[in-house]
């Protein structure tokens, strides 16, 4: 599988996959996303944008042809080795980012508004807010755009 930042031409596959598996918004704006594909087909993707001390993950998304085969596993895998800051996310599945480390956290202030990502009109009751906090790095390595 290959992971790559998502260029312009992507943006209608990762929104049809979105729209199919109902986690399209009409607020979504198609920028900061990465992709897992496979033979030149893409079978996932996930915002993933850069704040100045932390970064937000939202819009994930797997083809639901190709779920149950490692494809959010490998994207978030990729996202966290990559990263040096925090990782902040809203998610009705918080059994499911438990697995990667994440943990449940206070929703600060300086995060992104829930009705931005229109969370208030799915399941507001059951999404929660959570933390992967990174301390080490495993690759040392500044997350970087252009090595991507
Ligand atoms: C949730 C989703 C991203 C998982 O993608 P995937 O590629 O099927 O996940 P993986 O194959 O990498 O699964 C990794 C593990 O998570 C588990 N898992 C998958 N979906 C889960 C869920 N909804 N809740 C809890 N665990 C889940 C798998 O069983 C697997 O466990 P294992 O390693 O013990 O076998 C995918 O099902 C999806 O796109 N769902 C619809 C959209 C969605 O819910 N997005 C998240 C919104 S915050």
């Known amino acids: ?14 929104s049809d996959i979105l729209k199919a598996i109902d986690e399209y ?3 979504l704006v198609f920028d900061d996303f990465y992709v897992a594909e496979k033979d030149n087909k893409i079978l996932g993707a996930v ?35 990559l990263s040096d800051k925090k990782i902040y996310l809203y998610t009705v599945i918080p ?13 600060e202030s300086f995060l ?22 990174i301390k080490n790095c495993p690759l040392n390595k500044k997350f970087c755009r252009k090595t991507l």
């Open 1 to 14: 599988m290959n992971f790559r930042r998502a260029e312009k031409a992507d943006f209608k596959r990762i």
């Open 25 to 27: 918004h009409e607020k």
């Open 47 to 81: 915002q993933f944008k850069e704040n100045k001390e932390f970064f937000f993950l939202s819009s994930l998304g797997v083809d639901a042809k190709y779920q149950k085969q490692g494809v959010a596993s490998f994207l978030i895998n990729k996202l966290t080795q």
């Open 95 to 107: 059994d499911f980012f438990k697995k990667f480390g994440f943990k449940a956290a206070k929703q």
């Open 112 to 133: 992104p508004d829930k009705n931005i990502m229109e969370c208030e009109t799915c399941f507001p009751k059951r999404c929660v807010c959570m933390i992967k906090d």
